[in-house]
């Protein structure tokens, strides 16, 4: 037994290093896999140890405490906060965004109070605390109109937005751990006043700031000077809960410096406590709770339990990812042994002659299949170790902290396992026919036709294939039946989209032909005659590619939605006031200030919808029969993201449906949209004062299923009023409408004073700085950029699509990987043929374009399908939106040359050598 599996291994060995490129590209195939595996289950392993290390440094205490914002539904947390406010304990402050107003809760000095005598109280000499004033709410801060949330330098044009103020005390703060400038000092020597502020390296860098510079923060009355910079890990603990921080940039000041805030009452934020005896967190916090219910608090506990569902999730889905492209690089060895098999018929006869039974020459090739997968599996690991070097620089964008490197032993050992035995697995087909070679070849052998392996024994290995792949998804998905149904699943999509790749080689074969080009007839001639391995080729490409392309076609539809949204509200520039007294001052401030190119004045109202007379049916619908239509409208929406796994109320979801039909808009004659509706006509001159409509047509509307015609009562104040829908517009990009109106209305109907003025401005970028100082004089107005959404969703598509990108790139070079197999394998089954048309005088640059030519058009039907599902996947999510316009065509036409050009790189690299190949080398042998 020892004796003849010795042989076995003698023979595969030494066919290996006969193999020669053809091994090469084969153990390259199964290393590009096994290296995306270990990299990417290395790095969440890496990611993973920095969520769950330091937790007391990142809670910045034993014990957390804040004041939640509660949900619409959650009645007895704001009860709790309202009965705090009532004690004073807790003080609220409301911010919003047009109508849309939120209730944030703050500690109040006395709540401050009480909480240090309870502790000293409960605990005496046990418990430190320190807290974080706060000079504005989180909203305001992000849309630039609170104070603190914008930083500038005097004279200069520099201004940054979107900052989060942190306050602390620098003597204690941060109870563990250090905030260490880039010099190499703590807060505590950096900050000696309150006109002392400590920077983050993003605001530096946008502001061009350096140390000593005077910098300017909104709503001070006094100027700071820059004392150090810090990096913007400092700050960031988890992704979470400082995506502002991470994205836009922070800076601390002395909790002092509240008082040089115009209007700003001192109240905390956030509180940290440090225990004497931290074994004790949570008895502490389960008192905490007890006396003061109204808090929120998070222990190191807390913190540890959270990182780690994050830290699982994040190594679930690397594993998956990891697997698909081993399983994409697997398709190059079941490519190689078939063409290994093939090509070796005379030398399998051979041994039949001499007595080797089909078992045993089975048992060769397999064991040959998993050297093949153990050899490269090696090279995997060791390729992966060095991936994941790029991997970690693009991770720590993502959680916005350090990453420590580390070679970790179990993703390597999974990796050369799992790449070993799939490897195995996807070699075994193909090694069936080699038992079943007949010895009869001997005598004949110009015949290398490979038998079939027989309907029975094909369903019979498909079936241990499933059973071993499920076993190796059952590591990640936990439960057996669910790994077999998801590996089926996948064998089905797979096995469909074969049969469609399968299809379109053959068209491609019989048609292209028809151009009558000798060039391109010869390469078609040879994708039809082996079609079955260029399908199983494509798959690999298609994969990598439908992955990649989803990513950017979604992310690059998202930034055409913001664009066109921006292009339908008017202006990039938003200035609000309550009611319409300062509407005379602010048109003739825009008319005087330069670079101010278009502006549009709207008056809005707070109204409440009653009742619709249904122009269709003749119906009075209530409110109550409106909510019923919208919720059967939102029906499909909501058991699509119920089946993703999202928790959705639907009765929440039809009232902040209804909640957006709440409001009016009113314009001058000159300034209503011009452009034609959807359905009905535009409003005119001519409609002043006439109880008509215009309706947006943004996803409420659409809901609300009204049509023209409709007639909609709503309360105003003491009074009723009925409005008659005349045009409905184009629905345009509903998802970015910035919280707009859904109602327009001609002006001089309604004599009542307006909620809010809004005026939307076209801008020029240069002059934005110098209205926005004017502006802010004004008391009670407010200005916006629109660019303050645009950057929070370029900075979110860039931090959440880079990984997913260079995942799918992973997967895209390892199905170039098996293109380059591919064409090695091509070109060593058609030696003789490439000879005797350089024999026949063909030059060497022609030969290699045949070559080019045939895996070019392979590249192309793989971008037609990859990119085609991504872009018909897209397609169906925007055509539910209404918002076909953001369709990214041109970028589905880049990806597409994409695929072609890894087509042609990955050929050229296999084909340059066969293309030079002498006629005398290979006419003598063959």
Known sequence: ?????????????????????????????????????????????????????????????????????????????????????????????????????????????????????????????????????????????????????????????????????????????????????????????????????????????????????????????????????????????????????????????????????????????????????????????????????????????????????LSRRIRQLVTIMGLISLLVGSIGIMNTMQVVVRRRTLEIAVLKTVGVRNDQVTVMFLIEALLMGLFGSLAGVVLGWGVTLLLKRIAEVIVAQQIPYRLALGPAMSGLVVGTLIATIFGFLPTLSAGLVRPVLVLRPSENILPRAGLLRIAASLLLVLLAISLVARGILGDFRIAALVTLGAFLAAGLLYLLLLALVWLAGRVLPLLGWVDLKIPMRQMLAVRARAASTLLALVIGVFSLSLITLMADSIRKLLDVGIAEVGGNVLVTAQGERQRQVIEELLREQPGVRSYTVSLLYQAKLLAVEDAGSGRTLSLEDLGVRIARANDREIRRARALGADVDAERVTQQILERLAGLEVRAADQLPQDAPASGRRLTAADSGRPVTLLRGNDAVKRAGFQVGDRLRFQLDDTQITLEVVGILAGGSNQFDFGQPAFLVPEGLLSEPAAQLQVWADVEKDAIPELRRRVGSLRGVFLLETSVFTRLIEELLRVFTAFPSLVAALGLIVGGVVIANSVVLSTLERRREIAVMKALGLQRERVLLMLLLENGIMGFLGGLVGVGIGLAVLFVLLASGGSLLALPLGTALLLMLLCVGVAVLAALSAAWEASGEKPLNVLRYE
Do not use: C
């Open 1 to 309: 037994m020892l004796e003849r599996l010795r042989f076995y291994l003698r023979h595969s060995l030494n066919d290996l290093r006969v193999g020669g490129r053809l091994t090469f590209f084969a153990l390259l195939s199964i290393a590009a896999g096994v290296a995306a595996v270990v990299s990417l289950q290395t790095l969440g392993l890496m990611i993973g140890d920095t969520l769950v290390s330091n937790l007391q440094e990142s809670n910045r205490g034993d014990i957390s405490l804040r004041l939640p914002i509660p949900e619409d539904d959650q009645e007895e947390t704001r009860a709790l906060l309202e009965r705090a406010v009532d004690e004073g304990l807790v003080t609220v402050r409301v911010g919003g965004f047009l109508f849309a107003r939120t209730s944030f809760y703050y500690l109040s000095e006395e709540g401050v109070g009480a909480l240090r005598a309870w502790l000293d109280d409960r605990y005496p000499g046990q418990i430190e605390m320190d807290y974080s004033f706060a000079i504005s709410d989180p909203l305001s801060r992000f849309l630039g109109t609170g104070a603190g949330g914008a930083m500038m330098v005097p004279d200069s044009g520099s201004e940054v937005t979107q900052l989060t103020p942190i306050l602390v005390s620098p003597e204690r703060y941060p109870f563990y751990g250090r905030v260490v400038t880039m010099g190499g000092a703590s807060l505590k020597e950096r900050i000696l006043s309150p006109t002392d502020v400590v920077i983050d390296t993003r605001v530096a860098q946008a502001l061009d700031a350096r140390i000593g510079d005077s910098v300017r923060i909104r709503g001070s009355s006094r100027d700071f000077t820059v004392r150090g910079i810090v990096t913007t890990e400092q700050e960031v603990r988890d992704p979470a809960s400082s995506i502002q921080v991470a994205l836009f940039g922070f800076y601390y000041l002395d909790n002092r410096a509240i008082d040089l805030f115009d209007g700003v009452r001192p109240q905390v934020e956030t509180l940290w406590l440090k225990l004497a005896q931290p074994e004790r967190v949570a008895e502490i916090d389960a008192a905490l709770r007890r006396d003061f219910p109204f808090l929120e608090s998070t222990t190191t506990g807390d913190l540890e339990q959270q990182n780690e569902r």
